[in-house]
């Protein structure tokens, strides 16, 4: 389950900013998770505890953004945010696109005490 080690590495860089901010803990930490990350939000979401487990963001709560699919056509040059799995352009139908979002990974914001 890669996403316990995802967990893990998202506690690191959380703990960073703390010391950063000299806070005593963490009580919200939003992250953003694209639909394209290879990430399974169910499994993050019960890894999470089980890596913040002893730190500062033992009793944090976890808030995930699950953000969209966007891609920029090369055919029409606009960009759209296709269903997954199907990622064409959803104004030409275009299949030659580049992505734009999609593969997203981040702490959006930190609430700190």
Do not use: W, Y
């Amino acid at each position: 389950m890669h996403e316990l080690s995802l967990a893990c590495s998202l506690i690191e860089e959380a703990e960073k900013v703390l010391t950063v901010e000299n806070a005593a803990r963490a009580t919200r930490v939003t992250v953003g998770i694209g639909k394209l990350s290879g990430i399974e939000i169910g499994a993050f979401e019960f890894a999470f505890p089980m890596a913040a487990s002893g730190t500062r963001l033992a009793d944090a709560e976890l808030v995930i953004n699950d953000l969209p699919i966007t891609v920029r056509c090369r055919a029409c040059e606009k960009e759209s945010s296709p269903e997954f799995p199907r990622c064409t352009c959803t104004h030409c139908e275009s299949d030659d696109v580049e992505l734009v979002n999609g593969r997203e990974f981040n702490i959006q914001s930190m609430e700190i005490e």
